[in-house]
């Protein structure tokens, strides 16, 4: 559809959203903003989005609003073009049976606003906010965030047999607020955990790959207690609960990134290289992902690294780069806590002063072979521009010009 120009592109979500509200309601309709955005704004926080709920039909939503898409029509959801923001809209529903712990069978349109947020899955969750800043909050939600809690709503046994994931969301959202998780919500979890396994494995990643960059220590001893570290990873060898807590407190030493936190926590544990590639395609991560934790593995010295020459700093650099290399030791720093200092410094310093981090660095290339040296161009050039890139990382000095030719062509005569 064209553009609604009536509305500036460079608004913010908030705005979109209320606008839509404000939209939905002048044409006759009930509106409200519900779940995460909710909480996340009565908890001080800036919302990464805004859902609306309403009592308009799917139909109705697309008549009213120039800009829409239908992502998700066929459950009550169409997004709305509001500028350049997009807005969910979706029709109060419930949910039919659960036959699979993933997905109902079927949904259906419900007239009251209560009802639809009665099939939600944590109270924190089932709040909703008119556009005059009143909370609807019919389960206690507000009370629960005051007190920190994460609460099923109705019964907790019903919601994590709708759908498995809560389980694994009750522990993520336990994470990141640093909430604690309420009796009888903790019970079902324990006694449900093996549904676990009916669901896709995508939908676990994105849970844990939230978990792994909040508080992971926490994190696991929750997915362990709960029984469910074991079907989040079910190729991970069997470890004791105290290595696994050793492991996650490392882990929780490092800087919130995905790669270095498993690199790290797979390191700990005694994962090989073959392992935790199965492991991590198995839980469908990335490919640039998996490289980088297997990059980062890789790079994590056996012997002290101050005992190497300078050659020797400057060959590993040129191996592994830069990114890497950093990461790499900062787990190396952590194993070696009584000489981190002198290790980090020591990277920092070799990093300084890399003559090279590529074959592109030298200072001829090998058009400058062929043009100059007379060499045809043909695989022996690849040769020798690896053997004067060892040059140069033995001697920095060496990455002139005049030097490189002259060496190239003695190596090129001794061939």
Not at 51 to 74: C, H, K, M, W, Y
Not at 155 to 171: S, T, Y
């Amino acid at each position: 559809m064209e553009r609604d120009d009536q509305f500036p592109v460079n608004v913010s979500r908030l705005d979109a959203a209320w606008s839509v509200l404000y939209q939905l309601e002048q044409a006759g309709f009930q509106a409200y903003l519900v779940g995460g955005c909710v909480r996340d704004m009565l908890l001080g926080n800036s919302p990464d989005d805004y859902d609306v709920a309403t009592n308009a039909l799917p139909s109705e939503v697309q008549e009213l609003f120039p800009r829409t898409v239908p992502t998700g029509i066929r459950h009550g959801t169409v997004t709305v073009l509001m500028g350049d923001e997009r807005i969910e809209v979706t029709t109060f529903r419930t949910e039919g049976e659960y036959a699979d712990s993933r997905r109902p069978a079927s949904v259906k349109y419900v007239s009251t606003l209560e009802v639809d947020l009665s099939r939600r899955d944590f109270t924190i969750n089932a709040m909703a906010m008119d556009r005059h800043g009143r909370i609807i909050d019919p389960f206690e939600g507000r009370a629960d965030l005051q007190k920190k809690t994460i609460r099923a709503v109705g019964e907790p046994e019903k919601r994590f047999q709708e759908d498995a994931l809560r389980m694994l969301r009750a522990i993520r959202f336990a994470v990141v607020l640093h909430f604690s998780i309420e009796e009888r919500t903790w019970l079902a979890i324990t006694e449900n955990a093996g549904n676990l396994s009916r669901i896709s494995r995508e939908r676990i990643r994105d849970e844990w790959n939230k978990i792994i960059l909040s508080d992971i220590q926490v994190g696991i001893q929750l997915l362990n207690k709960a029984g469910l570290f074991d079907v989040v990873f079910p190729d991970v060898p069997l470890q004791s609960p105290r290595k696994l807590m050793q492991a996650a407190e490392f882990a929780k030493r490092l800087p919130e990134k995905i790669a270095l936190r498993q690199a790290a926590l797979f390191r700990q544990l005694s994962v090989g290289e073959t392992a935790v590639q199965k492991i991590l395609r198995e839980l469908r991560q990335p490919n640039a992902l998996i490289r980088s934790v297997i990059s980062i593995l890789r790079a994590i010295p056996d012997v002290d690294p101050l005992t190497w020459t300078d050659a020797a700093w400057r060959r590993y650099l040129y191996c592994h780069g830069k990114d890497i290399a950093l990461d790499a030791f900062l787990i190396v720093g952590y194993i070696r806590v009584e000489k981190q200092n002198l290790i980090l410094n020591k990277l920092y310093e070799s990093i300084q002063k890399q003559p090279i981090w590529s074959v592109k660095d030298l200072t001829v290339t090998g058009q400058d072979l062929i043009a100059e040296l007379n060499i045809p161009p043909d695989p022996v050039i690849g040769h020798i521009l690896e053997r004067l890139t060892e040059l140069v990382l033995e001697n920095p000095l060496c990455n002139t010009r005049q030097s490189l030719l002259a060496a190239a062509r003695e190596m090129y005569e001794n061939l």
